[in-house]
């Protein structure tokens, strides 16, 4: 077993909180695991993106090499495409499609949604939209997280001990909602399946 | 024993905590910043009362961690690569003063400038002050390395420089933790001029030092952290050090059929080196950093004998961090590369948080500027040195922490006027103070601003050592109060900030103006733990 996740985002928009989801899950299920973070100036408003791996066997490099990515996880859809060159030929993209707007040359919704339709393995989903639905716009990495749940190499019920794990200090309305935006996540990516 | 999800940076901390440190001395610094981090949040730590609060600069870190080391407890000073060139006299001299307690000084290298103004290689310094250098490969070793190192000082009486780079720095593995060792106790050095570098004793350390080079590198020869890997295609060997190693082998999922020296521990052992290069006539080096081991094996004459492969002969990239892919390359594999880069994709640069007092600060200063055109304002070290972009284009130096005022002083004798210094609160008690006093001293005619956010924002929001120590600083330096400003970098305020830069601009001696809020970083991060409080 072996998933290569790139994780990518805008500084400040949780990716790090997905990362840890999935690591927590990972390790408890005894998996080998490196994740890579970018700390520091990058982080003020910048693209930031974190590498995942996840093996049954020992991890030799903390970053994934460019062709070689099982999927690219992103919470930006422009930061999606930032990384798409890093995925292998039948690899997922799977973005939130909200853009985040902090720059004023951002390239047009037809342009960035054409190449994101031009893989056949890609999900575009308005993660903000349905955390709202579920109660807190706060949840939408989770929701994320929940659409590329058939694509980490865990189990759902994995990402859900994950989650207890994470959550757990909060109390258990935050992990109920949180295992809320899971499923919802989970449930979008399923119907986009089907399609 | 105990698995643990830690970044390398936790892992050497951890690891510290684990061989019985009593003290944690560092300045903030990408990628350097989260071993005192995680020190401080470990309950063992609180518990043990073992020191680690940040530290004025890296100089200061460094001499007060062998203060600690001269009263015979184990200690560390953290701090990124550019950290060391302010540390420098003290470690240089460190070598030569030696040690009592165990002192490892870990320095985080910056490759490809993720967050530093180069990228240079810390393991010359190590070279330079003639002590024994480990470099982890991955944050289990950065983790084993910490008792191992402790110990090695301890024997050869000697500071341990560990060497790490940004990736391994902020990637997190699985640790297995050991037992926990106990604090040394208060012991004195045996020699009581150890410390006292007068030049007659200085020169009899120093030939001791020289002397002790050979048994220096028969440790490394015999290092768990050395390794040479027998291979069976003898066309070529490969030597590797610190986390190369793990590009090397992403490229060979099922064991890499060449003899490899993995190298994790220096000076570099002749032995080894030579017993790799027996058999074969093609030696490629991959080193994350500046082609060191590469130039130190060339030599000046190079080797008839041998072909060496390397950053050197653009076989790897001369700059930069290294992937798996740039290793590919070099190995002659490819990789399948079935997605192009995208063509619609623009660069999103960093950018000051929504709210921030430095934005307001910069309306202020380009207007009260605009009169007197570009290229009159020195900058520092931080977040505001995001003023150089647009939307600001404000400022026209980033050197080193402290030189805008400095360099804006150099300008000012040189007949620039205005001269105008930007800095911020923990770089000025970093570097700054020092060079306004020369400025107060002269009168020179220059316009100080230090901004006080009360944090070390950029690395995160630690503790500043300025925070509600500037108005004292400054007034203990000497500036003239009839030409020292506090004020609030705020939207309704800026017509009053205006007003004050453009009449200090036009004085003929030194101002000094300090824009004051607090980071929103940190003031956000408060308001929520004081809402919790609360609810609680």
Redesign the interface.
């Known amino acids: 077993m072996k998933a290569d996740i790139i994780l990518t985002g805008?500084?400040g928009q949780g990716i790090l909180s997905i990362a840890a989801i999935v690591?927590?899950s990972a390790?408890n299920k005894g998996l080998?695991?490196?994740?890579?973070?970018?700390?520091?100036?990058?982080?003020?408003?910048?693209?930031v993106q974190s590498?995942l791996r996840l093996s049954d066997k020992p991890?030799?490099?903390?970053?994934?090499?460019?062709?070689?990515a099982d999927l690219v996880l992103s919470l930006e859809p422009?930061?999606a495409?930032?990384y798409?060159?890093f995925?292998?030929?039948d690899?997922w993209l799977i973005t939130n499609s909200k853009p985040y707007k902090?720059?004023s040359?951002?390239?047009d919704e037809n342009?960035?949604r054409a190449?994101i339709e031009t893989f056949p393995n890609h999900v575009l989903i308005d993660a903000e939209k349905i955390a709202k639905e579920v109660g807190s716009v706060l949840s939408a990495n989770v929701v994320l997280a929940g659409a590329a749940s058939p694509y980490l190499g865990l189990t759902y019920e994995d990402l859900e001990n994950g989650i207890r794990e994470i959550f757990g200090k909060k109390g258990e309305a935050v992990i109920n909602l949180n295992l809320e935006a899971l499923r919802r996540g989970r449930e979008f990516a399923d119907k986009e399946l089907v399609k | 024993m105990q698995k643990l999800l830690l970044l390398g940076d936790e892992a050497i901390a951890q690891g510290a905590i684990d061989a019985g440190i009593s003290g944690f001395y560092g300045y903030p610094g990408t990628p350097s910043t989260e071993i005192i981090e995680y020190a401080q949040k470990s309950p063992i730590v609180k518990e043990k009362g073992i020191h680690c609060e940040w530290s004025s600069n890296e100089k200061t870190a460094m001499e007060a961690a062998l203060g600690m080391s001269y009263a015979g407890k184990r200690a560390i000073a953290t701090m990124k690569h550019v950290g060391l060139n302010v540390a420098a006299d003290a470690f240089i001299n460190s070598s030569i003063t030696g040690v009592n307690g165990g002192l490892i000084v870990v320095v985080a290298d910056d490759p490809s400038m993720h967050s530093s103004q180069n990228e240079q290689d810390s393991r010359f310094y190590g070279k330079f002050a003639m002590i024994p250098i480990l470099e982890p490969s991955n944050q289990q070793e950065a983790y084993d390395m910490m008792s191992f190192g402790f110990n090695l000082s301890e024997k050869y009486k000697l500071p341990v420089l560990m060497r790490i780079t940004t990736r391994l720095s902020h990637s997190r593995s699985g640790v297995e933790t050991k037992n926990q060792e106990p604090e040394k106790s208060l012991i004195l050095p045996d020699d009581p001029r150890q410390f006292v570098l007068l030049p007659s004793i200085a020169k009899i350390q120093y030939n001791g030092l020289v002397n002790n080079q050979a048994n220096i590198e028969q440790e490394s020869t015999n290092s768990p952290f050395n390794e040479l890997i027998e291979g069976t295609d003898h066309t070529m060997g490969i030597i590797t050090t610190g986390i190369a190693y793990n590009y090397l082998m992403e490229n060979y999922p099922n064991g890499c059929p060449y003899p490899v020296l993995k190298v994790g521990h220096y000076p570099l052992s002749h032995e080894l080196v030579y017993k790799l290069t027996e058999k074969t006539d093609t030696l490629m080096i991959i080193e994350e950093g500046y082609p060191i081991v590469e130039e130190m094996i060339r030599g000046f004459l190079g080797h008839e004998k041998l072909h060496i492969k390397g950053r050197l002969d653009g076989m790897l990239p001369r700059t930069g961090e290294l992937n798996p892919n740039h290793v590919a390359k070099a190995l002659g594999i490819t990789i399948d590369k079935s997605h192009n880069e995208s063509d619609i994709v623009v660069a999103r640069p960093p950018s000051m948080c929504p709210g921030c007092g430095h934005i307001y600060f910069y309306k202020a200063l380009n207007e009260a500027m605009e009169k007197h055109g570009k290229g009159k304002v020195f900058a520092d070290i931080g977040c505001y040195t995001l003023g150089a972009l647009a939307p600001f284009n404000a400022i026209n130096s980033c050197v080193d922490m402290g030189a805008s005022i400095t360099m804006s002083k150099g300008a000012s004798d040189a007949g620039l006027r205005p001269s105008v210094a930007v800095i911020g609160d923990s770089t000025f008690t970093h570097s700054g103070m020092t060079g306004l006093l020369d400025a107060v001293r002269e009168n020179t005619p220059m316009t100080v601003f230090i901004l006080d956010n009360s944090a070390v924002g950029m690395t995160g929001g630690q503790k500043s050592a300025a925070t509600a120590r500037i108005d004292e600083i400054c007034k203990g330096l000497g500036v003239d109060m009839e030409h020292y400003h506090v004020v609030n970098p705020v939207p309704k305020e800026h017509g009053t900030m205006v007003d004050i830069i453009q009449k200090e601009l036009s004085y003929e001696g030194l101002s000094v103006i300090v824009p004051r809020r607090e980071c929103v970083q940190t003031y956000t991060r408060r308001m929520r733990k004081l809402k919790k409080v609360k609810q609680a």
């Open positions: 805008v500084g690591s927590i390790l080998y695991i490196k994740q890579s973070e970018v700390h520091g100036m990058s982080q003020r408003g910048g693209d590498n991890i030799y490099s903390d970053l994934i090499a460019e062709g070689s422009i930061e495409l930032r798409k060159h995925l292998k030929k690899g902090n720059i040359n951002y390239p342009s960035w190449e």
